[in-house]
């Protein structure tokens, strides 16, 4: 029978935290929200930190493709669990499109409704947590060449949100009425252009940081498709993580061996140094097809070698 040491070693490689709402779905402030989006450009390349209290200037490149991240003084970056702020808008004003309702870049909520919704505590400390985050994401600064307006510019520079104000605060930490955020500008073309993806309600129960950008990565590069293959360096470079590449493929490891990442498993190959991750949502067909897809890329890609062995020998 398994002692203690070893039932808290298993609660810790777990992936997912349990469950703290038990709820089918949810209304927000009269609109179901009954799904989840984020924006596509941040799910593949690493706009917010892994840690709170990062104050360096992250700079980030894969192909043409730059992200600088600049901190406000003392603050430090926005961080990954602060993006939940931004899923939760995001999912706010997607649901009110689909439902043929006027949007705008001003987005309310109450406190209440966030903590439900993405899996968290409602004590006094996430009311503290939640203005914190606020903060972060009001200082941090974006400049990328990745653009979303119909203008002729090359770069743009926005922060996470452009304004954020607490309304009918009244006394005692549990008592904040309203939150009121207005999206930067960036963001809000990026929903109109439909450059998000529906992601797992299940995300805001992944523990780590780190666990949370790859389930992105995988999510905009594997989205419905049966598999996706990618390099160790590779997949380090795009989560944005300053640790060590043996640290994170120590990481990679600990998730492969709980390998209850949603949506997704994950098999790490030693001996190539790739990681692969495999849809668990293929209907059987769906996989047949998958299978039979990659089998005929396999060939092509043979067939390529081969042809291209002959030309080196000619």
């Keep these: 029978?398994?002692?203690?040491?070893?039932?808290?070693?298993?609660?810790?490689?777990?992936?997912?935290?349990?469950?703290?709402?038990?709820?089918?779905?949810?209304?927000?402030?009269?609109?179901?929200?009954?799904?989840?989006?984020?924006?596509?450009?941040?799910?593949?390349?690493?706009?917010?930190?892994?840690?709170?209290?990062?104050?360096?200037?992250?700079?980030?490149?894969?192909?043409?493709t730059t992200v600088t991240v600049r901190p406000a003084a003392q603050i430090g970056l926005a961080t990954v669990f602060d993006k939940d702020i931004w899923i939760y808008a995001i999912s706010k004003l997607q649901e009110s499109i689909n439902n043929n309702e006027p949007v705008s870049r001003t987005v309310c909520f109450?406190?209440?409704?966030?903590?439900?919704?993405?899996?968290?505590?409602?004590?006094?400390?996430?009311?503290?947590d939640l203005k914190k985050a606020l903060r972060r994401l009001k200082g941090t600064t974006i400049e990328t060449n990745i653009i979303y307006s119909e203008e002729n510019i090359d770069t743009e520079n926005f922060r996470f949100i452009d304004r954020w104000r607490v309304i009918e605060e009244k006394k005692g930490k549990l008592d904040i009425g309203m939150v009121e955020v207005t999206l930067p500008d960036w963001l809000y073309q990026a929903l109109h252009k439909k450059k998000m993806l529906k992601i797992s309600p299940d995300y805001f129960r992944i523990r780590k940081a780190i666990d949370r950008r790859i389930y992105e990565i995988v999510r905009k590069h594997c989205g419905n498709q049966g598999e996706f293959t990618i390099s160790l360096e590779k997949l380090h470079l795009k989560t944005g993580s300053t640790a060590l590449l043996k640290m994170f493929r120590h990481n990679i490891k600990q998730l492969d061996k709980a390998n209850d990442l949603p949506d997704y498993s994950i098999r790490y190959d030693a001996k190539a140094d790739m990681v692969i991750f495999n849809n668990r949502n293929l209907t059987p067909d769906q996989e047949e097809k998958e299978q039979q897809r990659e089998k005929g890329k396999r060939e092509i890609y043979k067939l390529k070698n081969s042809l291209a062995e002959k030309r080196a020998k000619n």
């Excluded at 029978?1 to 709820?23: F, N």
């Design 110 to 128: 109450t406190p209440y409704d966030f903590f439900v919704t993405t899996n968290r505590s409602k004590s006094g400390k996430s009311y503290d």
């Design 1 to 64: 029978m398994p002692d203690h040491t070893d039932k808290v070693r298993a609660s810790k490689l777990k992936t997912l935290r349990p469950r703290r709402h038990e709820i089918d779905f949810f209304i927000a402030d009269e609109i179901e929200l009954s799904s989840f989006r984020d924006e596509m450009a941040s799910m593949e390349h690493p706009f917010f930190a892994l840690k709170a209290g990062d104050t360096k200037v992250r700079e980030y490149k894969n192909g043409s």
